[in-house]
C-alpha cells in the first residue's frame, strides 16, 4: 500500500509570492490534515478535511486556505508569503481523526 | 486555555533501561490519545493509541497508560536500544472535534 505523498519536497520562496502543496493520502483514507512545523511551535493544526468538507481550522491567518478534491488529495495554499511561513508541512491521512494518522514526508518551505 | 505539556528537556538513558515519556494535559476531555515517534527530517510515525475508557495498552516493549483523573498519559520503552533515540510526540483527539492535537514532544537519547 503506498503511503501519504507530499509534494514538492523542498522548496524556496520569495516574500510576497504564494505557494500550493499538494497531498495525495492512502487509498481509502477520507480524512487529511494539515500541520507546520517549526522548532520553536512544534506541530500546530492548520485544519482537517474529511469527504471534500473542511470540518475543523487551527488559528491561523487566513493567508492559509486548503480544499480536498473528490479522490481525497488535498492541497493547501499560502499567500502573501512571510519569513515567519518557513517551516516543514506535513500532511497526515487516516480513516477518521480519531484513528492513526499516516504522515507524509512533508514539504520544507523556505521563504527568503 | 487548553495545553498538553510535554518534557521539553531530552532524557537521556543507558541502553537496556526503560525509558518513561511524560504526557500531561489540561482544559481537555479526550476521547483518543495516541503516541508518534518522530525523526530528524522526517514526518511523525504512528506508535500507540489509546481510548478513555482503557488504562493501559502494550504493543512488544511499548506500553501507554491514559489516566483521565490525573490528565496524564504515560509512555514507556522497556529494554531501550540506541536505535529507539527519537523525539516522542503525544496528541489528544477530543470528542468530535476533528482535530488532532500534538505536544511539542519530548527527546530521547539511548546510550549505547
Known amino acids: 500500500k503506498a503511503g501519504v505523498t507530499q509534494t514538492p519536497r523542498y522548496l524556496i520562496k520569495t516574500r510576497g509570492q504564494q505557494v500550493t502543496l499538494s497531498c495525495s493520502p492512502i487509498?481509502?483514507?477520507?480524512?487529511v490534515s494539515w500541520y507546520q512545523q517549526t522548532p520553536g511551535q512544534g506541530l500546530q493544526f492548520l485544519f482537517e478535511?474529511?469527504?471534500?468538507?473542511?470540518?475543523n481550522k487551527g488559528n491561523f491567518p487566513g493567508r492559509f486556505s486548503g480544499r480536498q478534491f473528490s479522490n481525497s488529495r488535498s492541497e493547501m495554499n499560502v499567500s502573501t508569503l512571510e519569513l515567519g511561513d518557513s517551516a516543514l508541512y506535513l500532511c497526515?491521512?487516516?480513516?477518521?481523526?480519531?484513528?492513526?494518522?499516516?504522515f507524509g514526508q512533508g514539504t520544507r518551505l523556505t521563504v527568503v | 486555555s487548553q495545553k498538553i505539556e510535554q518534557n521539553s528537556e531530552a532524557l537521556n538513558i543507558q541502553e537496556g533501561k526503560t525509558a518513561t515519556l511524560t504526557c500531561n494535559y489540561t482544559?481537555?476531555?479526550?476521547?483518543?490519545l495516541q503516541w508518534y515517534r518522530q525523526d530528524p527530517g522526517r514526518g511523525p510515525v504512528f506508535l500507540l493509541l489509546?481510548?478513555?475508557?482503557?488504562k493501559e495498552k502494550r504493543k512488544e516493549r511499548l506500553k501507554v497508560t491514559f489516566d483521565t483523573t490525573l490528565k496524564q498519559s504515560l509512555f514507556h520503552i522497556t529494554a531501550s536500544q540506541p536505535a529507539d533515540s527519537a523525539t516522542y510526540l503525544c496528541?489528544?483527539?477530543?470528542?468530535?472535534?476533528?482535530?488532532?492535537?500534538f505536544g511539542s514532544g519530548t527527546r530521547l537519547l539511548v546510550r549505547p
Open positions: 497526515a491521512s487516516s480513516l477518521e481523526v480519531s484513528t492513526e494518522a499516516f
Open positions: 487509498s481509502g483514507h477520507r480524512s
Open positions: 478535511y474529511f469527504s471534500e468538507t473542511q470540518r
Open positions: 482544559n481537555y476531555s479526550p476521547a483518543y
Open positions: 489509546i481510548r478513555e475508557n482503557e
Open positions: 496528541a489528544l483527539v477530543r470528542g468530535s472535534s476533528y482535530k488532532l492535537i
